[in-house]
């Protein structure tokens, strides 16, 4: 199972790295992609939009060192449902605009229909990654196995010594 | 069961505790660290943020009273357009629409309120929008925005491509007659600081996309049937000027 969870903890380290390193170079654009969604007033929109690049590139890190596995699975687990809201809600209101998950946001220029579902479907599949690694945390080549190894835990290790 | 197994077994359920709390107590700070981590991350965001909103932003003489748009024309409906350069549908209006725009304004009807946003960047690879947002800024300055912008849009780059550089801009505006002085603008980069302010103001303003286009206030499609349309119907509905 360690080994399924570091595949797990990596694709969305992967994830969460790819997203925010294509929005960190263009702040503005990324604080017009929140502004589209129309759920916020601009200034703070703006300054959600300048953060959330930052916060997803950190949240990247921790899941790629796998430090504090368990609480950045659950920080992207919310995130994810953030997402999904966001979207759903854009779609239900009829907004024209791409997500701006990775990259791109905005309104979609006249004649180009949204993708809203493929986007849920594709957050839903990070949102069950990040449920994963909630329930099963330890992973191989993760910090929190070096700083932290697991002790005698319902006697897990020495069943594993005893093998 | 002897007593001395009794006390091993003891002794190991108290070491086990300890190891315990000692794990709980790490795992406790390697949660703080996580933390930190993202609110570093937050912080970073925010200040750059802060600090590229902030400072001193050149206006060109030509601008609007908000200081976000090139006016051209003295007629009382305003027509506001929001375009980027490197926008292909931003090309697309243009050369519709941009004949019946110039009669408009020669016939006294409009003032033509151009915003142009840089809100592309990413679309080339070395800031084309806000680059050339500013060199038709400087363009403005010489008295030829209009001139220069259709020079932009002939040349337009392919998105995803690198744009023209700072000194191809120049070589476009001295073949279409503009002077030293906008060389030494574009050179300078004296309204860079402006293309960041035009796109703010425009996400302020609701816009989210290129090309809007507004008549009176109104939000009409991208194309000179509908502003023609839309004129009409302003110039009968209120025939005094209201700027």
């Not at chain 1, 069950?128 to 191989?140: C, G, K, Q, T, W």
């Not at chain 2, 590229?52 to 748009?69: F, R, W, Y």
């Not at chain 2, 191809?168 to 860079?192: H, P």
């Not at chain 2, 008549?215 to 499609?221: A, C, D, H, L, M």
């Amino acid at each position: 199972m360690q080994w399924v969870s570091l595949l797990v903890r990596l694709g969305l380290a992967a994830v969460f790295l790819t997203a925010g390193a294509l929005k960190v170079t263009d702040l503005p654009a990324s604080g017009r992609a929140v502004v589209a969604y129309e759920l916020m007033p601009n200034d703070l929109a703006m300054t959600v939009g300048a953060i959330q690049p930052f916060f997803e590139i950190a949240l990247g890190l921790l899941l790629l060192l796998g430090l504090a596995t368990r609480f950045a699975a659950w920080v992207s687990a919310a995130t994810m449902v953030v997402f999904i809201s966001g979207i759903v809600s854009a779609w239900a209101r009829g907004l024209n605009i791409d997500c701006g998950c990775f990259s791109k946001g905005g309104h979609l220029p006249p004649g180009q229909t949204p993708s809203y579902l493929p986007e849920i479907l594709r957050d839903v599949g990070f949102l069950a990654m990040a449920i994963f690694l909630i329930i099963f945390p330890a992973s191989r080549f993760s910090l929190d196995g070096w700083l932290n190894p697991v002790v005698q835990d319902e006697g897990e290790q020495t069943h594993e010594q005893a093998e | 069961m002897n007593k001395r197994n009794d006390k091993r077994s003891a002794a190991r359920v108290v070491r086990e505790q300890i190891q315990r709390e000692k794990r709980r107590k790490r795992t406790a700070w390697i949660a703080i660290v996580a933390v930190g981590v993202l609110a570093i991350g937050g912080v970073i965001g925010w200040s750059i943020y802060a600090s590229q909103k902030a400072g001193q932003v050149n206006t060109p003489a030509q601008a609007n009273a908000d200081g976000n748009a090139i006016m051209t024309g003295t007629g009382p409906i305003i027509v506001e357009d929001y375009i980027d350069f490197i926008c292909p549908y931003c090309k697309v209006y243009h050369d519709e629409a941009n004949a019946t725009l110039s009669q408009l304004i020669e016939d006294g009807k409009i003032t033509l309120v151009q915003h142009p946003v840089a809100y592309l960047d990413r679309y080339s690879t070395n800031q084309y929008s806000t680059r050339a947002s500013a060199a038709a800024a400087c363009a403005a300055d010489d008295g030829k925005f209009d001139v220069y912008t259709n020079a932009l849009f002939a040349n337009q780059p392919k998105e995803g491509s690198a744009g023209p550089t700072d000194e191809e801009l120049i070589m476009l505006g001295t073949d279409n007659g503009l002077s030293e002085s906008f060389a030494q603008c574009v050179r300078d980069k004296k309204y860079v600081s402006w293309a960041g302010k035009v796109s703010s103001d425009a996400s302020k303003a609701g816009v989210t996309g290129t090309p809007t286009i507004f008549v009176n206030g109104k939000k009409i499609q991208a194309s000179s049937a509908a502003i023609v349309a839309a004129v009409n119907e302003a110039s009968t509905a209120t025939p005094s000027p209201t700027s």
